[in-house]
């Protein structure tokens, strides 16, 4: 399968902004996906980079580079209910293919 | 919103039990994939349907198999249940066209099998 690369926990402040990456090796490139799971939940759908560059929704933005296989997914003005998994995803022709997960701490 | 349905949110089951696990989709979604999740390995694709009766096995399908009679209708087969099973699993379902955008998932079956 593909390799996926994304840090397992990340941590920081109510209030911050915070970069999680995420590294792929490009096989069948069919966009780059972020997900969001919490706790007990099914992930639910954040954001899709299929060109290079910034997407931005809202306090989440999304950035991919398909020469460098990277993303990296921006969360602003941190909240305490962003404290969940994020999940990194290649779609690879007609699937998706899932990194670990980075589990975010936000403290108050 | 495309709902895709599984049919328990928590099973337990003996070792050596035949389990089926159930998901619906009412959107009308061409493909529909199952995954299992577990701490520090993420989600792992186990099978994946293009169609009726259709099926392309994912990265994990030793001790699985599947079915899909109808479109809307896609079922996990556990043959032989074993402990390593234990697992949450998680249906998802999306179009055949060339955008992987939409891809939904269901709310997940946790499975202890004991």
């Known amino acids: 399968g593909q390799n996926i690369d994304q840090p397992t926990e990340m941590t920081a402040t109510e209030g911050a902004i915070v970069q999680i990456n995420c590294t792929y090796q490009?096989?069948?490139?069919?966009?780059l996906f972020w997900y969001q799971q919490h706790a007990g939940e099914a992930p639910t759908f954040l954001s899709y980079n299929v060109l290079d560059g910034l997407e931005e929704k809202g306090r989440f933005s999304s950035f991919l580079s398909r020469s460098k296989g990277y993303s990296y997914l921006l969360l602003k003005e941190l909240q305490m209910k962003d404290s969940a998994s994020y999940l990194c995803?290649?779609?690879?022709?007609?699937?998706?293919?899932f990194g670990t997960g980075t589990r975010l701490l936000v403290s108050p | 919103d495309v709902k895709v349905t599984q049919s328990s949110r928590y099973l337990v089951k003996r070792t050596g039990e035949k389990v089926f696990l159930e998901c619906v989709q009412d959107?009308?979604?061409?493909?529909m994939f199952w995954y299992r999740q577990d701490p520090g390995l993420g989600l792992r694709l186990i099978y994946f349907s293009y169609d009726v009766k259709m099926k392309e096995k994912g990265d994990i399908p030793e001790g699985y198999s599947v079915s899909r009679e109808k479109k809307e209708r896609f079922s996990l087969i556990l043959e032989s249940a074993s402990t390593n099973q234990t697992s949450m699993y998680l249906c998802?379902?999306?179009?055949?066209?060339?955008?992987?955008?939409?891809?939904?998932f269901g709310s997940g079956t946790r499975l202890t099998v004991v």
């Open positions: 959107m009308d979604h061409e493909n």
């Open positions: 998802a379902s999306n179009q055949a066209t060339g955008s992987l955008y939409g891809y939904t």
């Open positions: 995803a290649e779609g690879v022709f007609q699937k998706l293919v």
């Open positions: 490009t096989s069948g490139f069919n966009g």
